[in-house]
Structure formats: structure tokens, C-alpha cells
């Protein structure tokens, strides 16, 4: 059981992993602590102006977080892909394929055309695979980039 010491000490770095002075205000709801320093912004208020894109941006990267979803803005980066097909190529039921497709949808990452009685996806933003270079580079360096 921390001391309480111990325990102020905790919430007033919390989330302050570069070192840097701990401000005494939280930044955000998950109650973590932005770093105060020279040549900083005034970061309350940098935080707060910017939070609804900082939120938007994060709601990107969430939808972008599981291997399957990955993989298929990988394949609709060759071309349009029906439902079915992705089914097959992933090896998942279309109904998990099928709510993969509707968060990056969501997302304005792909879009779907109902063509009959099937649709079929493209990848609406291609500019996300520049992230995806951005993560090779950071794989790559890191020395994560090891195949397992």
C-alpha cells in the first residue's frame, strides 16, 4: 500500500514519461499530466483549443487498431473488394468482416457501393498508407520490424 507521499508523488507525474516538469493541471479527462518547460506552448490552453481534433485524430487511429482492419485497407489499396471476398481472404465470418468494414467506414476510411445484392469497398482516403510507411520506419528502427 503507497504512503501517502508515495501516492501525490504518483498523480503528479503521472503520464509524464519524458522527464519534463509535471504541470499542477490535468490535461484531459484521463487525468494525465502535460509536461510544462521552456520553449513549451502554454499548454492548457494549446490542449483545449486543439482537443476536438486531437479527439478526431484519435477516433482515425482507433479505427486503424486491429490487424484485420489493417489488412484490408492493405488489399483495398490494390482495388474494390466485395464483402464476400475479403470474407475469404481474411478467414472470418462475414458478419466480423462485415463490422470491421463499418468502423473505418465510420472512420471516412473506405466506402461502400451496393452494387445488386453485394457491396463493394474501395479505399477512400489512400493517404493512409503513408501511416503505414510511418510504422514500417518505426518498426524498422526500433528493430520491432522482426518477423516473428
Not at 509536461?35 to 482537443?51: A, K, M, V
Not at 488489399?75 to 475479403?86: D, I, N
Not at 473506405?110 to 474501395?122: A, E, I, P
Request: hydrophobic fraction near 30%.
Amino acid at each position: 500500500m503507497p504512503t501517502k507521499a508515495r501516492k501525490k508523488k504518483q498523480e503528479t507525474t503521472r503520464g509524464n514519461t519524458r522527464g519534463a516538469k509535471a504541470s499542477a493541471k490535468p490535461g484531459g479527462a484521463c487525468g494525465c499530466v502535460l509536461p510544462d518547460g521552456p520553449g513549451t506552448r502554454d499548454n492548457d490552453e494549446w490542449f483545449h483549443l486543439h482537443r476536438k481534433r486531437y479527439e478526431q485524430r484519435s477516433a482515425i487511429i482507433k479505427a486503424l487498431a486491429h490487424p484485420a482492419r489493417l489488412y484490408i485497407i492493405d488489399r483495398l489499396s490494390a482495388g474494390e473488394c466485395t464483402v464476400m471476398q475479403l470474407t475469404e481472404l481474411i478467414g472470418c465470418e462475414m458478419p466480423t468482416v462485415s463490422r470491421h468494414l463499418a468502423v473505418l467506414r465510420s472512420a471516412g476510411i473506405v466506402t461502400g457501393t451496393k452494387q445488386g445484392s453485394h457491396v463493394s469497398y474501395k479505399l477512400e482516403t489512400p493517404c493512409i498508407l503513408n501511416f503505414f510507411g510511418c510504422i514500417e520506419e518505426v518498426l524498422n528502427e526500433s528493430g520491432g520490424g522482426k518477423q516473428r
